[in-house]
């Protein structure tokens, strides 16, 4: 079993991921919705920073460490920045931000390790970009270099309205602007691949197929 189709499982079994009628954000009705916020017990946080961990590392990119952007992030850095520690004997540093500046004590609104050399952003997921922006700016602004973004579950969807569209992902996007890659744990092809070959699940995958026709990039 690859690593991708490990983490679907994975996130099945944790009732992160679901299949079912789901209203998006964007105000459509999608038939499978992730929620990492529900990776929330200490077991399943560890096993989702060694696979966060995983990917990172089979992705080759060359990195200092890791920025988790507020609120999200700042437990996928600390456990994904442990994980990444044990597998690669060496610490690995982290550092997330506050929504707000801090006016006492060490003040700022930075939290961790100084930011500095090559950084990994990480994150859930991808949907319009916004927190990736902010996280580059923080990091540029300290001197330091954002090198790629790292997420769960890349959805490999338009994003936008129906009646508008875009021509890439999010993810492809992101990519596109910033120049760096965005390395994803899973996509919607490895959920396809995991109904495809199971029969608790195989009754999904009309509506998921119907779904990624409509919504989906070409890839």
């Given at each position: 079993m690859s690593l991708s189709k490990d983490f679907v499982k994975f996130a099945l079994d944790e009732g992160v991921l679901k299949f079912g009628d789901f209203l998006t954000k964007s105000g459509r009705n999608s038939p499978y919705f992730f929620n990492a916020g529900l990776f929330n017990n200490g077991e399943s946080l560890y096993k989702l920073a060694n696979f966060y961990a995983d990917a990172l590392i089979d992705s080759g990119i060359e990195f200092d460490m890791i920025f988790g952007p507020a609120y999200k992030g700042i437990p996928l850095a600390a456990s994904t920045a442990i994980a990444l520690s044990q597998k690669l004997s060496k610490p690995i540093p982290f550092c997330f931000n506050r929504k707000e500046a801090k006016d006492h004590g060490e003040?700022?609104?930075?939290?961790?390790?100084?930011?500095?050399?090559?950084?990994?952003?990480?994150?859930?997921?991808?949907?319009?970009?916004?927190?990736?922006?902010?996280?580059?700016?923080?990091?540029?602004?300290?001197?330091?270099?954002?090198?790629?973004?790292?997420?769960?579950?890349?959805?490999?969807?338009?994003?936008?309205?129906?009646?508008?569209?875009?021509?890439?992902?999010?993810?492809?996007?992101?990519?596109?602007?910033?120049?760096?890659?965005?390395?994803?744990?899973?996509?919607?092809?490895?959920?396809?691949?995991?109904?495809?070959?199971?029969?608790?699940?195989?009754?999904?995958?009309?509506?998921?197929?119907?779904?990624?026709?409509?919504?989906?990039?070409?890839?």
């Open positions: 003040g700022g609104s930075l939290v961790g390790a100084p930011l500095s050399g090559n950084v990994i952003i990480i994150d859930d997921v991808i949907t319009a970009g916004t927190s990736v922006k902010e996280s580059v700016d923080i990091i540029q602004a300290s001197y330091a270099k954002p090198v790629g973004v790292l997420i769960a579950l890349d959805r490999m969807e338009r994003s936008g309205y129906d009646s508008n569209f875009s021509v890439n992902s999010s993810v492809e996007r992101v990519q596109q602007v910033y120049g760096f890659p965005v390395v994803s744990i899973a996509n919607l092809n490895d959920i396809m691949d995991v109904i495809s070959e199971s029969d608790e699940f195989k009754k999904y995958e009309e509506a998921v197929q119907a779904y990624r026709k409509q919504y989906g990039i070409t890839q």
